[in-house]
């Protein structure tokens, strides 16, 4: 009985118990736990900050284009908004504004394709009198809209 209970302390020592964590591997999970949070906080600051700056890229554009349309029709001696697309008159060229896929394009007497504004959902150009009303939906959800007067008397379309 003796030789019984001295073989099995025998074995528990020179084979421990295989089923239980020693504080070594617990270690060691935890260092490659830590090492795993570490590399993954950055990570998501990165993803975040790249959602703001395509926002503030993206107003950055809107205003560009603004400024562009606000210019060409000041210039323009007729105004029209056909089939959802933006007609100027501006001595013997026909400038489109329309929108082109997920974008919104400037066409010059039906050639050339320039993008103006990019990641557009919907555009809406409106004619009001001697101003016109353009509204810009991205693809984000945002709204952006914009009214342009003319101090130039538009020839009314027939």
């Known amino acids: 009985m003796l030789n019984r209970h001295f073989i099995r302390e025998l074995k528990s ?20 736990f830590s090492t795993i ?35 060409e029709i000041h210039m323009s001696s007729k105004v029209e908004v056909l ?15 329309e929108k082109y896929g997920s974008n919104i394009r400037r066409r010059v007497n039906s050639t050339g394709h320039e993008t103006l504004l ?21 693809v984000w959800g945002k709204e952006y809209s914009v009214v342009v007067h003319s101090y130039i008397r538009w020839v009314s379309a027939i």
């Open 13 to 32: 020592v020179l084979y421990p118990n295989e089923k239980a964590f020693t504080l070594l591997e617990v270690l060691f999970a935890f260092s490659i």
């Open 37 to 71: 949070v570490f590399f993954m906080i950055p990570l998501l600051q990165i993803i975040e900050d790249t959602k703001d700056s395509n926002g503030k890229l993206q107003e950055m554009e809107w205003e560009v284009f603004c400024s562009q349309v606000k210019k």
């Open 83 to 97: 089939s959802g697309r933006l007609v100027l008159t501006n001595n013997n060229e026909t400038i489109n504004y």
């Open 118 to 138: 990019q990641n557009i959902a919907v555009v809406t150009f409106t004619r009001i009198g001697n101003s016109v009303e353009i509204i810009v939906v991205d």
